[in-house]
């Protein structure tokens, strides 16, 4: 048996060892942690159970027998409590960052006179001109090719509409308290600000244009510059949070390479409107 496995070490503090003083430490506490238990919490302490809550874990049940003798069940306890720390950090800082960049809250907030407009951009990436202008282009169209991307991207709306609906109900995370909400046509989820469904439909809408229509550079520049934009705005209208912003975007740009992977070709569409009499 090799010189230092822990039977052989704790048949010597059994014994009366040197090892003595471990011994106590393993099986009860000693004296002095005692005291630190039955003291007030410090001001560190206190702070640590604040953003841990009651009995996270932290502190004093670290130095408990059992944790001693599991090092891996330290790190447990440690690795979750540094992403929470991490966590609420960050959405401090969003909480920060997007009450100062709220500027055009209300009519009386600093850029107050730039709500018309900013208004006017969230009408550009609103869901019903959207939609509506997509069936006007398909009633329209009078290509193959054309009537084949329009309904790929009507099916993509429609698809984002559910989507950001399921994860805003699921998240259910309030619009920031700057919000004035007078937006029109919305859906009784759209109380929810995470993720910006503006956000995903900008990303997924221009990401479908850049891919679909033949653009000049010019042009191509422009429909990037109008995806910021919009996203920009969710947070200067006060509408919405940075992340609920970034969150969108990242979203809808998955949104859009989940279309491109369903995506259904003119002979498809063809047996699919049949499939539903139309
Ligand atoms: C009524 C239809 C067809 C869509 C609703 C579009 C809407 C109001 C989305 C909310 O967007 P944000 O989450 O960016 O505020």
Redesign the pocket.
Known sequence: MPAHSPKSRNRELKSGGGGRLEFLVLSKPPAALQRAASEPPSPRHRAVQQVEGPGSGLGLRRDSASSSSQPDDDCMKLNPSLLGIALRSLLAIDLWLSKRLGVCATEDSPWGSARPIMKLIEVSG???PW?GGTLYCLCKSDSTAGQEVLLNLLLALILD?VL?GIVKSLVRRRRPTHNKMD?F???SV?RY?F?????TRAALGGRFFLNHLVLAVPLRVLVMLWVCIVGLS?VMLG??NVTDVVC?FSMGYLQYSLVEYMWLSSSNLQTFLRLLGI
């Open positions: 609103h869901g019903i939609i509409l950001v937006m046509a919305t859906f759209d600000s993720p910006s469904g503006h956000a969710r509408r919405h969108g």
